[in-house]
């Protein structure tokens, strides 16, 4: 089942046409095509090895595309892409990124060095008081104050995650894209995770949240694009998408929806 979006009149945020990809050898995507727009928040979803976070390197720039005739990637309606001037307009946080975080190293470091693109202060880089306010005003915002001064190593895997979607806040990008953000949380850092997100959407942010758990998905998530194998294979509304029988299709197995409250859980039918 494959449903249509909706057309839009404005430029696409992310324009993928055409897109095949590999890496260590493999083609991990042929054909791939998506338009996303300014304020649909979307949610990306399918099992694992669906390409999904193929998806999200082809969006952050860590994997390339083949060039070809009849294929682009544009961000922002740009194809040259200048990675500094996109931080002002996009933030990602996938596990890798905190994988590479030093156990050791401090909220306020980690915050500050975001306005050099870096992880950590290396010499020379260092922060103008107008930063290190800035940097402290969104750990105020995302209830983060009081863990400014703690190393990154000794947080929980709930506060890490909140940390590195503040961290990705500090430029206010228009579009925030998150990895599997709520993979390994408890119930209590779950939902307050969740709960974090909604406001992000209330407050303006575009949010694309890759994952393979139904009920991450806000009730601000206004669309779902289902992947499979490198594919798309379903794109439409959430109530559309996020049925009986679409999921049951999409993940190869008999499910059965479950609704309350704006969130959706899957059970096996």
């Keep these: 089942m494959h449903l249509q979006h909706a057309s839009h009149r404005n430029a696409p945020w992310l324009d993928l046409q055409g897109i095949e990809a590999w890496a260590g050898g493999h083609r991990i995507v042929q ?22 976070s193929t998806l999200v390197k082809l969006i952050s720039r860590c994997l390339h595309p083949v060039v070809q005739p009849q294929s682009h ?4 309606g740009e194809e040259r892409i200048n990675l500094w001037s996109l931080r002002e307009h996009l933030g990602v ?14 909220c306020r470091e980690l915050m500050h060095s975001a306005f050099f693109g870096a992880i950590g202060l290396r010499r020379g880089l260092q922060p103008t008081p107008q930063q290190i306010q800035h940097s402290a005003d969104v750990l105020k915002q995302f209830s983060l104050s009081d863990l400014a001064a703690s190393r990154f190593g000794s947080l ?3 506060q890490k995650r909140r940390v590195l979607i503040a961290r990705a806040m500090v430029h206010q990008p228009q579009v925030l894209v998150l990895d599997e953000p709520t993979n390994a949380l ?7 995770l969740l709960d974090q997100l909604r406001e992000l959407c209330r407050m303006g942010t575009t949010l694309i949240l890759i994952t393979h ?3 991450a998905i806000i009730p601000e998530i206004t669309r779902v694009v289902g992947m499979r194998r490198g594919n798309i294979v379903v794109d439409g509304a959430s109530a559309e998408v996020l049925s009986d029988e679409v999921l049951s299709d999409l993940y190869d197995t008999p499910l059965k929806v479950v609704e309350g409250g704006g969130y959706r859980q899957v059970l096996p039918a």
Excluded at 31 to 36: A, N, T
Excluded at 73 to 76: S, T
Excluded at 186 to 192: E, G, I, K, N, S
């Design 213 to 215: 758990q139904i009920d």
């Design 156 to 158: 929980s895997d709930g």
């Design 31 to 52: 054909d791939l095509s998506l338009r996303l727009w300014l304020g649909e928040s979307t949610a990306i979803l399918g099992p694992n090895g669906a390409g999904k």
């Design 93 to 106: 946080v996938d596990s890798e990124l905190q994988q590479r975080i030093p156990d050791a190293m401090t």
């Design 186 to 192: 408890d119930l209590r850092a779950r939902h307050r």
């Design 73 to 76: 990637l544009r961000l922002f």
